[in-house]
């Protein structure tokens, strides 16, 4: 079983989520909350995971109960909490925006580059939505991207672990991530 550190949020699908990454296999190093800090810009991402095979991946998790309408950076959703509906970003461009601070973050590290300046690992990102039903996910993959997409049946250890691992990055990794770079990743996401 995966251990995670930190404390996820307070909403239902960080908690359900938490759940279901505490049940990842042990191969995953998973950060709740971290704070990420490159120069002036910072991000609380909901979660940041590391794998050796994958890379890093960062995913913000969105308690939407539904989406009435949606474009390539928000939606116009619906909460529990409200009843009027709100415009809001969309998860997997808060994901992407978090992941591209701490590849920034990361590129620092000279041990964790390579050719170019570029890092040696992969990193993703998705959007992650508790509540959304298969139907809902598939019109949105069509809009935010075929595998950036998660919803409620994804919330499962088996399914998720095999989702997460696919992904898309723009680029092919042919090694995967040391203990070194592992543990190089973990150090300057939590510097405690």
């Not at 409200?82 to 461009?93: A, H, L, R």
């Amino acid at each position: 079983m995966a251990m995670i550190f930190g404390q996820p949020g307070e909403e239902w699908g960080d908690q359900r989520l938490y759940q279901v990454l505490q049940k990842l296999p042990d191969d995953f190093h998973i950060y709740a909350q971290p704070l990420l800090v490159y120069k002036d810009q910072r991000r609380h991402p909901d979660y940041v995971l590391i794998h050796k095979k994958a890379g890093v991946i960062v995913l913000e998790v969105k308690d939407w109960v539904s989406i009435i309408q949606v474009d390539s950076k928000s939606a116009m959703v619906q909460r529990r909490s409200v009843d009027v509906p709100e415009k809001e970003t969309s998860p997997v461009d808060q994901a992407r925006k978090s992941a591209t601070i701490l590849a920034n973050m990361l590129k620092e590290d000279e041990d964790l580059r390579g050719y170019a300046g570029k890092l040696d690992f992969p990193y993703r990102y998705a959007g992650v939505l508790p509540h959304m039903p298969k139907s809902v996910v598939s019109k949105l993959v069509k809009v935010w991207g075929d595998t950036f997409v998660f919803g409620r049946d994804d919330l499962n250890p088996e399914v998720l672990a095999k989702k997460l691992l696919n992904i898309s990055i723009p680029y092919q990794y042919t090694k995967e991530m040391s203990n070194k770079q592992i543990r190089a990743v973990c150090a300057i996401i939590n510097k405690e």
